[in-house]
């Protein structure tokens, strides 16, 4: 009897956190940045094109990491060409995630695909781990473009 008890219950925790991830799944949340940050800490803190061996995008950047087999980067990397082909000033810039392990660890990358959005200095304003919706990185590219790093560089 306590053997099918504890079947139960592992069964409805496994459930319980299966609809949890998949609820996060793909979903860009925003990446809080320090509040009293001082401007050499921000400009530190910033991802540049040395760092992902690419230009940053005039506006923003699309940060995507994969793995060779990884089918939903696939998916993701053809959503985020076709964002950043929409978008005037947004580049998207694709790492292999097993031969760059320093900006994994760096950016805490824990699955493929992670896709990071920077604002035009480079500092990351989103973030989702899984495969984002279009819509979804339209809006994180609008924040990205609005939010408060760009107005102050005016």
Partial sequence: MAGIVVLGVTLVVGVLIGLVMRRRDGRLRAVRQPDQASTDERARSAVTSGDIGADLGERATLVQFSTAFCQPCRATRRVLDEVAAMVPGVRHVEIDAESRLDLVKRFDVMRTPTVLILDH????V???SGQPRKVDVIAAIGAAVDGPSHESSH
């Avoid at 200095?121 to 990351?124: E, K, L, M, R, V």
Wanted: aromatic share 0%; proline share 0%.
């Fill in 121 to 124: 200095s480079g500092h990351i």
């Fill in 126 to 128: 989103k973030r989702a």
